[in-house]
């Protein structure tokens, strides 16, 4: 099993839908949680980091499930300029600092 | 602020040659990064440096050589390219072990041909 996954995708919605992603991963003593953002042909951005409560950012929202080890992003009330690839990444405690990205999963909003 | 710079942002190369990516930031950072991103296969570390004067070996090291030349610049050599070496790389920089977070800033990417 991948350290991190999520399912590639393209989620394909129309403008204004609520559209909502999981990232799992297995280590179950992982620390930090962060959702990256990549638009096609750029570098990748720290869209949110994710917190144990969850959290939310406009029309963001991430949250924590330590129980089945994953994260989620709901994005509401989708825009075109959402459509992009959503990276996950997690940082375990106790070893590397250093987050495993998972390979990303493309989101395309349509008119 | 600039953030995280590399160049060049684009290079052909033949299988075999040689060539040098380089990558500085602005940010006080100590710890830098080199990835790789292919089709279907994610951000793949290379190779990355913890803190000036230190580099160790990610997950896909082979073919490559780095040096930190020092806080600010971190750069990745080809010494023989392979066609397997046709990507996109991205450089990166955070705080390091300092900052629980370690948030990473990506440079703005070089794409490299190798024929």
């Known amino acids: 099993r991948k350290e991190v996954e999520q399912d590639p995708g393209p989620f394909n919605v129309p403008e204004g839908a609520t559209v909502a992603f999981n990232c799992t991963y297995s280590?179950?003593?992982?620390?930090?949680f962060f959702w990256y953002r990549q638009d096609c042909r750029k570098e990748p951005k720290l869209l949110m980091s994710?917190?144990?409560s969850g959290n939310e950012d406009g029309r963001f929202t991430a949250q924590l499930n330590r129980a089945s080890q994953y994260i989620s992003l709901l994005i509401r009330d989708s825009k075109l300029s959402d459509s992009a690839t959503y990276l996950c990444a997690v940082r375990t405690s106790g070893g590397s600092y250093i987050p495993t990205f998972g390979r990303g999963t493309s989101l395309i909003v349509h008119p | 602020n600039a953030g995280v710079t590399q160049t060049p942002k684009f290079q052909v190369l033949k299988t075999g040659q040689s060539m040098t990516l380089q990558c500085a930031q602005d940010?006080?950072?100590?710890?830098m990064y080199w990835y790789r991103q292919d089709p279907g296969m994610g951000l793949r570390l290379i190779y990355y440096s913890a803190s000036e004067g230190t580099t160790d070996k990610g997950e896909v090291p082979n073919g490559y050589n780095v040096s930190r030349l020092n806080k600010r610049e971190f750069s990745l050599r080809l010494e023989s390219a392979a066609p397997s070496q046709t990507s996109v790389y991205f450089c990166?920089?955070?705080?390091?072990?300092?900052?629980?977070?370690?948030?990473?800033?990506f440079g703005a990417g070089s794409r490299l041909t190798v024929l």
């Open positions: 940010m006080n950072h100590n710890s």
């Open positions: 990166a920089s955070s705080e390091g072990r300092v900052s629980g977070a370690n948030v990473l800033t």
């Open positions: 994710v917190y144990s």
């Open positions: 280590n179950s003593a992982s620390q930090s």
